[in-house]
């Protein structure tokens, strides 16, 4: 189906362990973003891409490293994970034909013990 | 950087009320985006807005663009429980399609 997929939809990670979460999306958009949301500070934009190849950081980037190799897909890794990263992931896209309407997915909850 | 404040941050209503919120810049945009978020799921884009003074509905909601450029206005009519869930408001944030959010207008409804 077309759209924008994460997974996996739930995660539970040790601290210190390394860990990706995977965003593909089929609609070809140039952009994509990646979004952590927690009680209290609404979306907060970790990292984002405006093409393959090219990124950049957000409001939040510390402790996250992303890579575009191919235009739909936009992993997020976390190398070495804290509890202060456990959140809800979203993945977002938007495109030429979109303007500035991004598009999210359905998110990955992620739990850092 | 560019903040978004959106009140009510919660809201707790009998179905089949009138539901007012707005969300308020301390910048200019030229456009402002609403999103629901329901429990569990992803954000899903409501209503979008490209023009100060701008009045776009989408079924029983309604958006506006303030004249000033600086907020905009959510209103739902008639609430039915599918209604639940979070309401953010988004613009623009410096480039790149990037977006800044809203910490969230959550609505509860009782039956």
């Known amino acids: 189906d077309a759209g924008i997929t994460q997974s996996p939809r739930y995660k539970i990670t040790e601290t210190g362990r390394q860990v990706t979460l995977m965003c593909h999306q089929t609609w070809s958009h140039s952009y994509m973003f990646w979004y952590r949301q927690d009680l209290g500070h609404g979306l907060r934009l970790i990292y984002y891409s405006a093409a393959a190849d090219i990124t950049d950081k957000g409001e939040v980037p510390d402790g996250y490293v992303v890579s575009r190799s191919k235009t739909e897909n936009f992993p997020l890794t976390l190398e070495s994970a804290t509890r202060s990263q456990t959140s809800v992931y979203f993945c977002a896209s938007s495109g030429a034909g979109t303007g500035t309407r991004a598009f999210f997915g359905q998110g990955t909850r992620l739990t850092v013990v | 950087g560019q903040q978004l404040n959106q009140s009510p941050q919660s809201m707790f209503i009998q179905e089949g009320e009138d539901v007012s919120m707005n969300c308020t810049s301390s910048?200019?945009?030229?456009?402002w985006l609403w999103y629901k978020q329901d429990p569990g799921e992803g954000p899903v884009l409501l209503i979008a807005?490209?023009?100060?003074?701008e009045l776009t509905s989408n079924g029983r909601l309604t958006a506006q663009f303030g004249i000033t450029r600086k907020d905009s206005f959510l209103n739902i009519s008639a609430s039915i429980p599918s209604d639940v869930g979070i309401y953010f408001c988004a613009g623009p944030a410096g480039g790149a399609q990037k977006l800044v959010f809203g910490q969230g207008t959550r609505l509860t409804i009782n039956p």
């Open positions: 910048s200019i945009f030229n456009t």
């Open positions: 807005l490209y023009k100060a003074g």
